[in-house]
């Protein structure tokens, strides 16, 4: 693994700028790393991580782990939170890594001499313990057959639409083989022109 100074400024390139959401991605990615017995994140093929959030913070997890949406290896989880799960597949070690609320209030405390609550925040999340700004636990994480990395293990076509779809996404009902647009949760409208 890289040193914090290390993977802050290749997220800051990753990210297109240095924000509080990425000294806390980058140290939470690096706890949780350490957490499953991951020491080199990008070497292995071992890690995934579950994301909870698509903010700042989701960007610098993928600087520190590599881990990608395209890889298979990177799973968005959208919950608004600011946690991530780290599972290591060779092990089956889980931990989930939360950021707490209290670090805000934390950073201002600790570093008022500081002028602004960016400032406050960036040098907060370099220097404090792992114990101040995340709270963590062991989970069990059941990773499906058709989650995982590699060739797509099955593909059909939705009875409504004819667009193909990977992986067991798909909806049976009433006996029709639907995707998931079809079957009621699209989230796009198409319009004429
Ligand atoms: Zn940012
Ligand atoms: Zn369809």
Sequence with gaps: MNTLPEY??????NHGHMCPGQV???????????LVGVDEPK????LIVYV???RCAADAINTVT????????????????????????GTDEAVRVVALESSRDLARECFSHL???KQQQLEAYKTLPDES???WERVRVRLPEADRPGHPLVRVMC?????????????????RILCRACAGERYYEVTAG
């Design 8 to 13: 802050l400024i290749e997220a800051e390139k």
């Design 24 to 34: 806390l991605g980058v140290r939470m990615a690096m706890l949780g790393c350490r």
């Design 43 to 46: 070497a292995g093929k071992r």
């Design 52 to 54: 909870e959030i698509d």
């Design 66 to 89: 590599g881990c990608r949406l395209g890889r298979r290896t990177l799973k968005y989880r959208d919950f608004g939170k600011l946690a991530a799960t780290f599972l290591n597949t």
């Design 115 to 117: 002028p602004t609550k």
């Design 133 to 135: 700004l995340f709270s």
């Design 159 to 175: 009875d409504d639409c004819g667009e193909g779809i990977n992986d067991s996404r798909e909806v049976v009902r009433d006996g």
